[in-house]
């Protein structure tokens, strides 16, 4: 494979310790590297030494196949990438793929998702995690940020199949107290755990379902404890003309004056941001995030989509995300990488935005930087964190190369993934996962689905209404 040019990629600066054996070393690949300014670059026939779950070194083939390795991989013909991160979904969400389609953003939660979400019970919650996260593996997913119910039964599943994640026990305020001091208990109890892979957050579900002031305690509690915020806001332009019929300030204006906006907030979805926003984010004192899961926005029929351009020029990083799999269908954080592209190019009315190498670059850098893990992982890197992923480019559909980050962005896709890595464990190998039983999860999921459908009932958790 010939790759495109790099961008005077840092050339993997090395610190091996050459009298101690490696846990991992991966021989003979291309690896995405970033320079001191953020740019990407491709090393070719290159290694990677994996120690303690860190990146030791990047080094070249030949050096790294005289280190001395518990474990090798052998990877000609492929490219090591930062693990990807899906920076916005509901995991559990899965078990309710394609339970409800072709319906409005009102009907989909009012009609069916939210009557349904009134029969969860914490072992339907672990399947569909579980169903989930060997999902993501699969598609090289290595880290997700998440926000739904029984979040201690997520947690579990994480520790098990052991990727990396960002936890938050969602809340409404109709839950009345104890929906946010269940949050705050979770996101206290459960940070740090699974060997230090689970990080928490408090999560209220969005400013049209939870009230100022609980929004206020939320930015209390976030600032007291050292804790981000994770929640919906501004999901499309209909919520921001709602807001400011009912309450005289957009979505973003409501996060700005009950101080969320001086916390570490994530923002799911934003495609409701508007040009008199972009002030509020880029003076907020906190670390601001915003992510895009353009495929749901396509399904809803939304009119607009996260404005990437003008969040990226104020300095606000856009991660890539899918949004649970009730409404997007699928969990592939290469696809939303795809059309998080193309769709700009359409929006902006511009082909040179957003490039495949700006894309990649939201799918490494900025998703890590949007789920505060932007220290630890996001680049394969001396001293990050072990989380990678090898693709195959030697299918047809890849080849020939003349330009590698077109060729992963627009040519590859989630399939073409072999092998995952968090903190230097293997997590699928070959395409063999090897954490999850998945025929096991279908199994018993397929037994618990009609109880977990059944409507009758006239329940539901919460009414939509903006």
């Not at 995991?91 to 989909?108: I, K, N, Q």
């Not at 206290?188 to 209220?204: D, K, Q, V």
Request: net charge negative; charged share 20%; hydrophobic share 40%.
């Amino acid at each position: 494979m010939t790759p495109s040019p790099p961008e005077k990629p840092q050339p993997g600066a090395r610190r091996g310790r050459p009298g101690r054996p490696a846990d991992l070393v991966i021989t003979g690949c291309t690896v995405l590297v970033h320079d001191d300014r953020g740019r990407i670059g491709f090393e070719q026939d290159a290694a990677v030494v994996v120690r303690d779950g860190i990146v030791d070194s990047v080094t070249t083939a030949v050096a790294g196949a005289a280190v001395p390795a518990a474990e090798r991989i052998d990877a000609r013909g492929q490219v090591g990438l930062p693990g990807l991160i899906n920076c916005h979904t509901h995991a559990p969400m899965a078990a309710l793929r394609g339970l409800a389609e072709d319906l409005p953003t009102e009907e989909w939660f009012n009609d069916v998702v939210w009557p349904v979400e009134s029969n969860l019970t914490v072992r339907d919650v672990t399947l569909g995690a579980r169903l989930a996260c060997a999902e993501m593996i699969r598609a090289g997913v290595t880290a997700f940020a998440d926000s739904y119910f029984h979040m201690d039964a997520v947690a579990e599943v994480v520790d098990q199949c052991g990727m990396r994640a960002q936890l938050g026990q969602a809340y409404f305020s109709s839950q009345g107290p104890e929906g946010m001091a269940a949050s705050l208990e979770f996101a206290l109890r459960r940070r740090g755990s699974a060997g230090g892979r689970i990080t928490t957050a408090l999560a209220p579900h969005a400013p049209y379902t939870v009230v100022d002031a609980d929004l206020a305690a939320t930015a209390e509690l976030a600032r007291e404890h050292g804790l981000p915020v994770h929640l919906h806001a501004a999901e499309n332009r209909d919520q921001t003309d709602t807001s400011l019929a009912r309450h005289g300030v957009t979505p973003i204006g409501v996060l700005e004056r009950t101080g969320v906006l001086g916390t570490d907030v994530l923002i799911a979805h934003g495609t409701g941001i508007t040009e008199g926003d972009l002030p509020l984010l880029a003076r907020a004192d906190g670390r601001t995030a915003v992510a895009t899961a353009p495929r749901g926005y396509l399904k809803f029929a939304w009119p607009g989509t996260t404005p990437v351009r003008a969040l990226r020029d104020i300095g606000v990083p856009v991660g890539l995300a899918t949004d649970g799999a009730a409404s997007n269908n699928s969990l592939d954080v290469w696809e939303s990488m795809a059309l998080t592209s193309l769709i700009q190019k359409s929006t902006e009315g511009d082909p040179r935005w957003l490039t495949s190498r700006q894309a990649l670059h939201h799918a490494t850098v900025q998703s890590a930087e949007a789920v505060g893990l932007g220290d630890a992982v996001g680049r394969i890197a001396p001293g990050r964190r072990a989380d990678l992923i090898l693709v195959d480019l030697t299918g047809p559909h890849t080849q020939p190369v003349h330009d590698l980050a077109a060729t992963l962005v627009h040519s590859a896709r989630s399939a073409d993934v072999r092998t995952t890595i968090v903190d230097g464990r293997v997590l699928m190998r070959d395409r063999r996962l090897l954490t999850v039983d998945v025929p096991e999860v279908v199994r018993e999921l397929g037994e618990r689905l009609p109880a977990l459908t059944d409507r009758r009932h006239g329940r539901r958790i919460q009414e939509y209404d903006t």
